[in-house]
């Protein structure tokens, strides 16, 4: 992306503050540092994070960690709900345009980059409508046949995004087909046409990384803690309250975890053990999704003398751009 997009806008507003990177790298506690250096509030940009009552498992701050910080798009949506990237837009938007007028800047933190996107770039799954039945069809299909077969179909109608999307990512898989199928063009198509009629909003990108091993290990300790602070307990109350939670909310790393644990699927030892791996091939996931964007620059906390040191690099790294 060009330089420009870190210049204010028309309105004369400042760029947003952006930042991104792997879960458990640190964004959190780093975003609200850095918020209190720049007088900033918080715009959240987890995609579990938005539902009530996933708070353990989404590792979600609570007011101790807010530290004073407004927190935006937390606890926004009920878990019987399918949340989207159009409505994340909608409720950031509406988020963004409240910070401006009290004066303050906005930091964008999270790691889902789809949402991100659909934010700050203007960019949505905007092509074809939903059709029920044809997700229905095509759920049933993927049980009976298995992924690859979806996934060999996407191939055929839409070879760019088949190359984008994992074969087991089921979801993705059928929502491209379902655009197909809704519109007779390939969703990569309809895609490209978007972004060239996108309007981005200014902002500045920062990427938070740490060495892979320092990472895992990090993982490793947070579901460690989320256990012992009560996750089992929290999925099993949100069972309690709906026995079958939105789709969107029971994808939620931790939840299915401990959900299939409780169903007698997994031991808990094995529970735990798959959450810790779910949780690293996701942090793969989310660096593989943010390292081509040419926007971010990147900042190994492992390099820094503590989170003061980091905060400080960060601001000055946005102050120099603005």
Partial sequence: MPAMDERRDERGNPPLLVIVGPTAVGKTDLAVEVARRLDA?????????????????TDKPGPERQ?????????????????????????????????????????????????????????????????????????????????????DRLACVDPVAASRIHPHNVRRVIRALEVYEATGRPMSELQAEARRAARPLPAVWVGLERP????????????????????????????????APGRTAMQALGYKEMRAYLAGELSF???????????RH?????????????????????????????ARRVADHYRSRV
Avoid: N
Avoid at 222 to 243: F, I, K, M, N, Y
Avoid at 269 to 279: F, I, M, P, Y
Avoid at 283 to 301: E, K, N, Y
């Fill in 41 to 57: 509030e918080i715009i959240s940009a987890d995609a579990m994070q938005v539902y009530r009552g996933l708070d353990i498992g």
């Fill in 67 to 151: 530290r004073g910080v407004p927190h935006h798009l937390i606890d926004v949506a009920d878990p019987a709900e399918d949340f989207s990237a159009s409505r994340y837009r909608e409720l950031a938007r509406e988020a963004l345009a409240a910070i401006r007028a009290r004066g303050r800047l906005a930091i964008v933190c999270g790691g889902t980059g789809l949402y991100i996107r659909a934010f700050v770039d203007d960019l949505l799954p905007r092509p074809g409508g939903c059709d029920p039945a044809v997700r229905r069809r095509l759920e049933a299909e993927a049980s009976s046949r298995g992924p690859l077969a979806l996934h």
């Fill in 212 to 243: 892979r091993d320092q990472l895992y290990r990090r993982i490793d300790a947070r579901v460690d803690d989320q256990v012992s602070r009560g996750l089992v307990e929290e999925t099993r109350r949100l069972l309690a309250r709906s026995p």
């Fill in 269 to 279: 030892a094995r529970a735990v053990d798959t959450l810790k791996r779910a949780t």
């Fill in 282 to 310: 996701y942090a793969r996931r989310q660096l593989i999704w943010f390292r081509p964007d040419r926007r971010i620059w990147w900042l190994d906390l492992s390099t820094c003398d503590g989170l003061a040191e980091a």
